[in-house]
T-cell receptor, first 112, second 115 residues
Framework: AQSVTQLGSHVSVSEGALVLLRCNYSSSVPPYLFWYVQYPNQGLQLLLKYTTGATLVKGINGFEAEFKKSETSFHLTKPSAHMSDAAEYFCAVSGDGNQFYFGTGTSLTVIP | GAVVSQHPSRVICKSGTSVKIECRSLDFQATTMFWYRQFPKKSLMLMATSNEGSKATYEQGVEKDKFLINHASLTLSTLTVTSAHPEDSSFYIC???????????FGQGTRLTVV
């Protein structure tokens, strides 16, 4: 079985500051891990994903995440927050490639 | 990435009526489509998975007679909310995949309001 825990339902950062959104997963098999962003009343846009290979994954809009098996984590980071980064972020895991299990989401606020 | 189009983006219907939501993969053949429901400030809840030409597989607790899913072609799946009630008001999102979820793409979502 797979599950995802996103620590912090709300995160606020100042514009230009580091963004760190936390995601821990549970999976009985090697996981596929994803980060999605959702803007109000819109669907989900893939930021990045880890399937196999390099554990540091770079995505769109300057985001990256590192798969740490020993910590069962897949935290999302961005060196410098931009106002346009304000949105809801979802971490998701898939164990068999056939179904997503989503976290409860983290709402990111960027303070000017 | 591939494009998945969901229509309509917003719909308001009267209680007791039915409403159909379409999900189309515009530039690839989607062998599998997923339908999710999202409550305010909540995560996405998988409602059902459909494979082209087969009956949808519903998640536990989802009423299959209320949420009718049809995946008649490799580019179109529809979700029909039958006899809608105000508690069915929600944001519904589809995603489509040519294979595994690692390659799934999401639609823009449909905001359903039942009055």
């Amino acid at each position: 079985a797979q599950s995802v825990t996103q620590l912090g339902s709300h995160v606020s950062v100042s514009e230009g500051a580091l963004v760190l959104l936390r995601c821990n997963y549970s999976s009985s098999v090697p996981p596929y891990l994803f980060w999605y962003v959702q803007y109000p009343n819109q669907g989900l846009q893939l930021l990045l994903k880890y399937t196999t290979g390099a554990t540091l994954v770079k995505g769109i809009n300057g985001f990256e995440a590192e798969f740490k098996k020993s910590e069962t984590s897949f935290h999302l980071t961005k060196p410098s927050a931009h106002m346009s980064d304000a949105a809801e972020y979802f971490c998701a895991v898939s164990g068999d490639g056939n179904q997503f299990y989503f976290g409860t989401g983290t709402s990111l606020t960027v303070i000017p | 990435g591939a494009v998945v189009s969901q229509h309509p983006s917003r719909v308001i219907c009267k209680s007791g009526t039915s409403v159909k939501i379409e999900c189309r993969s515009l530039d690839f053949q989607a062998t599998t489509m997923f339908w999710y429901r999202q409550f305010p400030k909540k995560s996405l809840m998988l409602m059902a998975t459909s494979n082209e030409g087969s009956k949808a597989t519903y998640e536990q607790g989802v009423e299959k007679d209320k949420f009718l899913i049809n995946h008649a072609s490799l580019t179109l799946s529809t979700l029909t909310v039958t006899s809608a009630h105000p508690e069915d008001s929600s944001f519904y999102i589809c995603s489509a995949s040519a294979g595994r979820v690692t390659e799934a793409f999401f639609g823009q979502g449909t905001r359903l309001t039942v009055v």
